[in-house]
């Protein structure tokens, strides 16, 4: 048996953990009985996301192993730990495994796909990153479906954010360019500037124009906290939505390839506090009639 047919796929995780991602991972403020389900969710994700960022694997061992994780989902092996976990919840909870089929699917479109062209190519993909995400935690907590359009807005700014925080070290490490092509092209810029140390003017101006249209997404999730019908989660969206305001005003402010972009211990903590206030105190104020519309962009 060679290296990459070891049978649990675990042997190629990152040793990245829930507490180490940008925005909290079922917080205190999640009910501890819907903590174990995300939880299993996240380090299924994790460790398919981590196959996927492999520095040495071949693309195609890449896709094998994914398929193999998949496979261990729906019960067609036993190989993987976290597969096993993950289909476990599902079945304790009568869930589907849609939202974690939909992120491999991302995984394989970054083993495959390195470049995308315009908004609508990004937000097709997070569509298959990121808002699956938010829709699994929706559905551990029995909230309607209808609360997934601003849950979309949010998880694909959540996403678009990453990119630009991490445009470079994607493009050196990994050959992978979020940024759309067009952004890029109608700034005159071209690939090979994001490997320097700092952005060109141009290229510093592309990365801004894309993180104010991330702002705009965020603008459109500000409603999601109040369609929430469980309180904790709610607040615990209100966090994530105050943090991820915070981290784009920096975004449409500093360079990502030379500055610091992302919050600080106190930042965070502090953020916390006026997430978890304002969110109490919106709800307090009565929750708005649910939206059916679709984010801009998708």
């Not at 470079?168 to 992978?176: E, I, P, Q, S, V």
Request: aromatic share 6%.
């Amino acid at each position: 048996m060679n290296d990459t047919s070891m049978t649990d796929a675990i042997n190629w995780r990152s040793g990245k953990g829930h507490r180490d991602e940008n925005f909290p991972v079922a917080s205190f403020l999640i009910h501890p009985r819907h903590r174990s389900p995300i939880l299993a969710f996240y380090n299924f994700v994790r460790t398919a996301d981590d196959i996927a960022d492999h520095a040495t694997l071949k693309p195609e061992e890449k896709l094998r192993l994914l398929d193999r994780l998949g496979a261990g989902l729906v019960g067609d092996n036993s190989e993987n730990v976290a597969a096993v976990r993950l289909r476990t919840a599902l079945a304790e909870r009568a869930l589907s495994p849609r939202h974690a089929q939909d992120l491999l699917a991302a995984f394989r479109l970054d083993v495959t796909k390195l470049r995308y062209c315009d908004w609508d190519d990004l937000i097709s993909y997070c569509s298959l990153s990121a808002m699956p995400v938010g829709r699994f935690v929706l559905d551990v907590h029995g909230e309607s479906r209808t609360t997934w359009p601003a849950n979309d807005a949010l998880c694909a700014a959540l996403q678009i954010i990453n990119h630009l925080q991490d445009c470079r070290a994607d493009y050196r490490n990994l050959d992978r360019v979020y940024i759309p092509l067009d952004l890029l092209a109608a700034h005159g810029v071209g690939l090979e500037a994001l490997r320097e140390p700092q952005a060109s003017p141009p290229l510093l101006s592309a990365l801004h124009s894309l993180a104010q249209r991330t702002e705009q997404l965020l603008s459109e999730s500000d409603v999601f906290p109040q369609l929430i019908g469980d309180r904790r989660l709610a607040l615990e969206v209100s966090v994530i939505n105050t943090l991820a305001h915070r981290i784009t005003r920096l975004l449409t402010a500093r360079d990502p390839l030379r500055d610091r972009v992302h919050l600080s211990k106190p930042a965070i903590a502090g953020l916390t506090l006026t997430g978890v206030v304002g969110g109490a105190l919106r709800r307090l104020g009565g929750r708005p009639a649910v939206t059916t519309q679709k984010p801009r962009g998708t």
